[in-house]
């Protein structure tokens, strides 16, 4: 697992943390669970972009390399 992508999942718990800690300050009827809903909304989507992110350059990795190993395998022709 790459640094983005646990970046990502890191972001995507703490957006969902914040989530519920604002539906939390609704019940009680504190007026900052406006504030705690739409955090836990952005870095939700952050954590959540930068998973998706970390796992497309997952797969671009993995490509390149294979991409570098059917180089060195092939024959080279002598001119």
Do not use: H
């Amino acid at each position: 697992m790459n640094k983005y992508v646990q970046r990502g999942i890191l972001g995507a718990l703490l957006g969902v943390a914040l989530c519920l800690a604002g539906l939390f300050l609704m019940e009680r009827d504190l007026s900052i669970y406006k504030w705690a809903l739409a955090a836990g909304v952005i870095v939700f989507g952050l954590g959540f972009l930068t998973l998706i992110y970390g796992l497309i350059r997952k797969i671009e990795r993995r490509s390149i390399l294979d991409d570098r190993k059917e180089r060195k395998e092939r024959p080279q022709k002598d001119e």
